[in-house]
C-alpha cells in the first residue's frame, strides 16, 4: 500500500505544480490558462531536443529550458496576447487561450520535428535508482518530483510573503490601476508572472514526461487534471490547491491496487478520477452559491477599461431603415450558391469533405445558439454530437428505424441532458461553467463512448446512409437542406418573442429581471435547443462516416471547433457553415498539394485566428461587416451630408439588437 500511496504523492506533486502557475496566473491576471498543457509540451519538448537528440547532460538541459527557454516563451506570450486579455470578456479570454494550446504544439513540431516515440527521459538518470523506504519501493523520478515541488513551494513563499516583488505581485492582484499609481510598472510585474507561469508549466512537462509520455494528448490530460485541484481552491488558494492535488494523485493511485488491470471498467475509471473531483467540488460550491469567479481586476480598473475593451461591434440611429437587398445579404446568397455549387465541380474525395464540413458547420449552430445567443460558455457540445451519433446509430442498427428520421427523432432523447445541464450550470460563474462543461464532457468520453459496447476496437457502431443520398453529392445536398432548416429556425427564434427576451437576457440579466423576464427559463429554453442541434449535426456526421466513430468526438477537439467559430464568428449563422467547410477543406488542401512537413500549418492557422479574438472579440464576419458599414456610411455621408433620423440602413450581415445605451447595435448575428 505504502508504493501506491509514494506513486499517488509523485503524481499529486506533479499536479500539484501545475496548479499552482494556474493559480498564480489566474489571480494576478484574471486569465485561467487554457494553454498551459501546450506550454508544458513545448518546453518539455525543447529539452527532449537538448538532452536527447543533441546530446547534452541532463542538468546543463534542464537549466537551458526551464531557466532560459520557459522565461521566454511566457514572456512572448504575455507580450504578444496575454496583455490584451485582462478586461476582455470570459469568452474571448478562454478561447484565445484555447488559440494558443492549438497552434504552440504543431509550430513547436514544425521547428524541431514530431517524434514517433513518445517515450522520454525525466531529470534522473537511466538506469533509474530504485531506493526502500518502510519496506515501499520508491525510484528516483519519484524523488526528484517531490524535490521538486518542495523547491516550488519554498521558493514562491519565500517570494510571495518576504521579498518587494511578492508584494507587487500581491498588490497587482488587488488592482493593476493602484499599482500603477504606486509607481510600480504592472507591465514588468505581468511579464515576471506569466516568465515564472512558464517555468512550472516546462517543470510539470519534464516530470510528468516518462510516465505519461511527451505528447500533446499527455500534456492536456495534466492540465486538465489540475484544472481539479484549481477548481476545488476556488481558483485562487494556493494551499488548497496543492493539497487537494497532492490528495487526487494519492486516489487515483491507491485506487488501482484494488481494481483488475484486465478489466476494461480500470482503463476507464482511473483517467476520470481528476474530472470526479472537479465536479464533485463544483456542484458542492454552486449549492452553497459560491461559485461566482468574479472579474478580473478592482472597480477602479473596470471603471476606467480602455475603450475598445470588449465595446459594442457598431450603433447604428435607432430609426435606421433596412433595405430589402443588402450588402451582407447579398454576400450570405452568392456564399450559399457557392456552397451550393462544390458537389457539382468538386470529384468525389473533396465532395466527401465538403459534406463533412457542412455536417459538422450543423454541430457548429449548437455554439451559435448556446454562446451567441445565450451568453453561456459550453465545452460539451461535441459531446452531444457524440451523444447524437450515438442514439441515431443504435436506432438504426438494432431497431431498423431509417436513418434520416433516427437522426432527428434520436436527439429528442438527447436534449433532457442538455436541460439537466443547463439547470446545474446556469446561476455557476462564466469560467466555472466553462469548466464544469468540460468535465462532463471528459467524463462521458471517459466512461461513455470507450466502452467496448460502443468502441468496438476503434471502429464504431456502423450508421448506413440512406439509398437516396448514399453517394457524396447527393448526401452533401441533404446536408445542406438540414443545415438550412435549422439556420432558417434561429433566424424564427431571433425574431420571435423568445428570442427578443433571450437578447435581452443575454446583455444584462440583472435588467431582464426588472422587465420581469425569467433568466432561468430563457437559458434553459437555449440549452435544450442548442443541445437537440448538436445532436443532430453529431448525427449527420455518423452518416458521413456511416458509423459512429468514438475518437471524433474527443472533448479536446471541441475546444477547437469552438475557437474556429468565435474567431470567424460566435453569433453568425453563415459563419457556421464558413467555419465547418474551413475546418475540413483547409486540411485537405494542404495534404494534397503541399509537402508533408506542412500539414500542420492548418491547426496552426486555426488556433492563430482563436489568438487574434483579443483585437478583434466579434469575429472576422462581423469585424467586416462593421468596416463595410461605415465605409457604406461614410459614402452615403459624402453624397447626401450628414444622416439624420432615415441614415444609413444597417448591414445585412447583421441583427439590430437593443443596446445598453438604447441604441441598436449590429452583431453578426443576422447573417442567414
Sequence with gaps: MLSYVFAGLALGAIYAIAAASLVVTYVSSGIFNFAFGAMAFSVARFYFFLNTEQGWPIWPSFLVAV???????????????????????????IVATIGV????????????????????????????????????????????TFAGLVLVLAVGTFILRFTDVGLKVRALVDSEALTSLSGTSPSRVSIGVWGASAMLAGLAGILVAPTAGLSVEGMTFLMAAAFAAVVAARLRSLPGAVIVALAMGVTTSVVQRYLDPQDPL????????????????????ALRGQAGDGSAGGALDRAIRPEGADTPIAIVPTGARRTRLTPG???????????????????????????????????????????????????????????????????????????????FVGAVF??????????????????????VTLTFALLAQNLIFTRDRFYNFGTGVFMPRPEFAFENSAFAYVALAAFLVLGALIVNLRRSTAGLALSAVRWSENGSRTLGLSVMQMKVLVSGLATYVAAVGGGFLALNFQSFLPDSYNAFVGLIWLAVLVSIGSRSIIAALVAGLL??????????YLPHDLAEIPVILFGLGAVMLAKNPEGVIAMHGRQLHDFL???????HGPPGDDGPDSIGTSDDVPSKDGAHQVTAGGVA
Design 329 to 407: 445579404l447579398l454576400a450570405t446568397v452568392i456564399t450559399l450558391l457557392v456552397v451550393a455549387a462544390l458537389p457539382v465541380v468538386f470529384d468525389q474525395y473533396w465532395t466527401g469533405l465538403t459534406a463533412s464540413g457542412i455536417c459538422l458547420a450543423i454541430v457548429l449552430l449548437s455554439y451559435t445558439l448556446v454562446t451567441g445567443e445565450g451568453g453561456m460558455i459550453w465545452l460539451c457540445q461535441i459531446t452531444f454530437a457524440g451523444f447524437g451519433a450515438l442514439v441515431a446509430a443504435e436506432l438504426t442498427t438494432t431497431f431498423g428505424w431509417s436513418p434520416i428520421v433516427a437522426v
Design 414 to 435: 438527447v436534449v433532457p441532458v442538455g436541460v439537466i445541464l443547463g439547470l446545474l450550470t446556469i446561476r455557476l460563474g462564466n469560467l466555472y461553467v466553462a469548466l
Design 67 to 93: 531557466g532560459i527557454f520557459a522565461p521566454a516563451l511566457g514572456v512572448a506570450l504575455y507580450a504578444l496576447l496575454f496583455r490584451h486579455l485582462r478586461l476582455r470578456s470570459p469568452l474571448v479570454k
Design 266 to 285: 480500470s482503463s476507464q475509471v482511473v483517467p476520470s478520477i481528476p474530472f470526479a473531483f472537479m465536479l464533485v467540488f463544483l456542484l458542492y460550491y
Design 583 to 592: 475546418f475540413t477543406l483547409l486540411p485537405g488542401v494542404f495534404s494534397t
Design 633 to 639: 456610411a461614410r459614402r452615403a455621408q459624402r453624397r
Design 101 to 144: 494550446s492549438v497552434a504552440l504544439p504543431p509550430l513547436v513540431n514544425l521547428v524541431l520535428g514530431a517524434l514517433t516515440n513518445v517515450t522520454a527521459p525525466g531529470l534522473a538518470e537511466r538506469p533509474l535508482r530504485v531506493f526502500r523506504v518502510f519496506g515501499a519501493t520508491v525510484n528516483m523520478d519519484q524523488v526528484v
